[in-house]
């Protein structure tokens, strides 16, 4: 049971390029969701879904784009990457409200 | 706005000794969780506590939650080395949404 999993682990980006940050998990959860970790900051949610086909904006969704085709799979896309998105990022997935939530190990990711 | 905060920032202490972490949050909660995050890691579910209850115990964790002052405490009991991580709090308010707060750095030193 690999709960959830995070690619790349690791990513550098020039300002401008694009990329999508993979999340997959295999516990048959229902809600899916993406943070940002910033020293200081703490987890500040990007999007979530709750569902395969559903998904909406978290705190700080500027940026970022979802989709949620298949329960096991979330992927993030970052449109045109500023330095200002240079941050780990976490991929978390639980049974439902208020549920208990299952983070990946995240990506962390630079953007020169 | 962050809801969950927590206090103090960073903690250092001396392995055997107890560590207590504080949560205060701003509006009503369904139940409140807590969270350890290793270096380099994800974050990992320890414990959650809904409203109803006052305490709750799981190994050497023991969190309390006062509604009534909007905060809970974890306290961890005989600390060792492996216990050194952040530890967040986060809110569950009745949606699919935990908001989390900023964490408390523990150091057990050996």
């Known amino acids: 049971n690999a709960g959830v999993t995070q690619t790349p682990k690791f990513q550098v980006l020039k300002t401008g390029q694009s990329m999508t940050l993979q999340c997959a998990q295999d516990m048959n959860h229902e809600y899916m969701s993406w943070y940002r970790q910033d020293p200081g900051m703490g987890l500040r949610l990007i999007h979530y879904?709750?569902?395969?086909?559903?998904?909406d904006q978290g705190e700080v969704p500027n940026g970022y784009n979802v989709s949620r085709s298949t329960t096991e799979d979330f992927p993030l896309r970052l449109l045109s990457a500023a330095p200002s998105q240079t941050s780990v990022y976490f991929c978390?997935?639980?049974?439902?409200?208020?549920?208990?939530?299952?983070f990946g190990d995240g990506t962390r990711l630079s953007i020169l | 706005s962050q809801q969950g905060e927590e206090d103090p920032q960073a903690l250092s202490i001396q392995e055997g000794e107890n560590a207590t972490m504080n949560c205060s949050y701003k509006t009503s909660i369904n139940n409140l969780q807590w969270y350890r995050q290793n270096s380099g890691r994800g974050l990992v579910h320890l414990i959650l506590i809904r409203s109803n209850e006052r305490e709750k115990h799981s190994g050497r964790l023991r969190v309390t939650l006062d509604t009534s002052k909007k905060s809970s405490s974890l306290l961890i009991t005989a600390s060792r080395a492996a216990d050194t991580a952040s530890y967040f709090c986060a809110k569950g308010a009745g949606s699919y949404q935990l908001t989390f707060g900023k964490g408390t750095k523990l150091s057990v030193i050996p």
């Open positions: 879904s709750v569902g395969a086909g559903i998904t």
């Open positions: 978390a997935s639980s049974r439902g409200r208020d549920q208990p939530q299952h």
